[in-house]
């Protein structure tokens, strides 16, 4: 008896320390610790151009470049965003090539680098930016020495590629639902959780778009990360919901091949929403173990941890519907 009493005791306790490490068991299996082969070169189409043999542009409109980078595995999309007084570049990707040459040379006016999240992909990792604004949260502002940010590995998760997790030295704290004034254009800062608890996403009203990093994008969203949380996912496509125009065009940080960049609309983020809360009442069954592949649409699907171990709860709840 008590030798089944011992070995149900191991059991258990094994079973709760792959639970709790669960994050870092998976990741670790699935990473190669160094960064992936380039992929060949792909048809862009006429509306995007080739700035070297790795970066490509898009022109959105005269004032919005979409600077994109194909030939990585995960083909990130990066956005330049002018004002008449500064510029804003939206992720920067993995810093596996120096993104700064291109966008100085679409631009004169001082950059902010703004990373959508802290994941390695978009962060730029070795890039030292001259001007660097982050989303002003109260888990991320707690750590921080002064206006300098040690990334961790929960939140960056570089180990994949062989990435550190830098130092960032912050020059601006950007704060969900305010406005971010480049002179003559605004951009309104959303708390877009879900992938991420520090995810952002950045909507320009007037000129009808929405900047999404990993909150949306064709493909495959990930729910299983470290600091992923379902419920954080509904609140993010409530968040968006609730302000963005029925005409809004959303460009996403990842795509799924060419031509250009990755472009959905607000019914995409109304499918999301519509999937995540058949998911929680359990009318949508998912496919697989670990990660649960759940169906959306079918240019999108969600990668999430079986049911029970999803938390439908919110980090953030006050940061409401985007207008704080």
């Known amino acids: 008896m008590k030798n089944i009493l011992w070995a149900s005791f191991v059991l258990v306790s094994l079973a709760a320390l792959l639970t709790s490490q669960r994050h870092w068991v998976v990741f670790s299996l699935l990473a190669e610790g160094s960064p992936p082969e380039l992929l060949a070169p792909m048809g862009e189409g006429e509306n995007v151009r080739w700035h070297d043999d790795y970066f490509i542009v898009q022109i959105l409109d005269p004032q919005t470049f979409a600077i994109g980078e194909p030939r990585y595995q995960q083909e990130n999309f990066n956005y330049l965003i002018l004002g008449s007084n500064r510029a804003i570049l939206f992720d920067a990707g993995p810093g596996l090539r120096d993104i700064r040459p291109v966008a100085k040379e679409l631009t004169d006016l001082p950059i902010t680098f703004v990373p959508s999240h802290f994941h390695y992909d978009h962060i730029g990792n070795e890039i030292t930016f001259d001007h660097v604004a982050v989303a002003d949260l109260p888990h991320i502002r707690e750590r921080a020495q002064g206006d300098e940010l040690q990334l961790k590995w929960r939140e960056h998760l570089g180990s994949a590629e062989g990435y550190d997790a830098p130092l960032l030295e912050i020059d601006e704290w950007l704060s969900p639902g305010t406005s971010l004034d480049l002179g003559e254009r605004k951009l309104t800062i959303l708390y877009t959780p879900g992938h991420t608890d520090d995810s952002i996403s950045l909507l320009d009203s007037d000129a009808g778009y929405l900047f999404s990093g990993d909150f949306i994008y064709p493909g495959p969203l990930y729910a299983f990360l470290p600091n992923s949380r379902m419920g954080d996912y509904q609140q993010a496509a409530k968040n968006v919901l609730d302000v963005a125009d029925s005409s809004v065009r959303i460009f996403g940080a990842h795509r799924m091949g060419p031509p250009g960049a990755p472009e959905q609309t607000l019914s995409d983020?109304?499918?999301?929403?519509?999937?995540?809360?058949?998911?929680?009442?359990?009318?949508?069954?998912?496919?697989?173990?670990?990660?649960?592949?759940?169906?959306?649409?079918?240019t999108m699907q969600i990668l999430a941890e079986p049911s029970w171990l999803q938390d439908w709860g919110a980090r953030y709840p006050e940061f409401g519907n985007g207008q704080n």
Not at 280 to 298: A, H, N, Q, R, W
């Open 269 to 298: 983020v109304s499918d999301l929403r519509r999937a995540l809360n058949a998911i929680k009442t359990g009318e949508l069954d998912g496919e697989g173990f670990y990660p649960v592949t759940y169906i959306v649409s079918p």
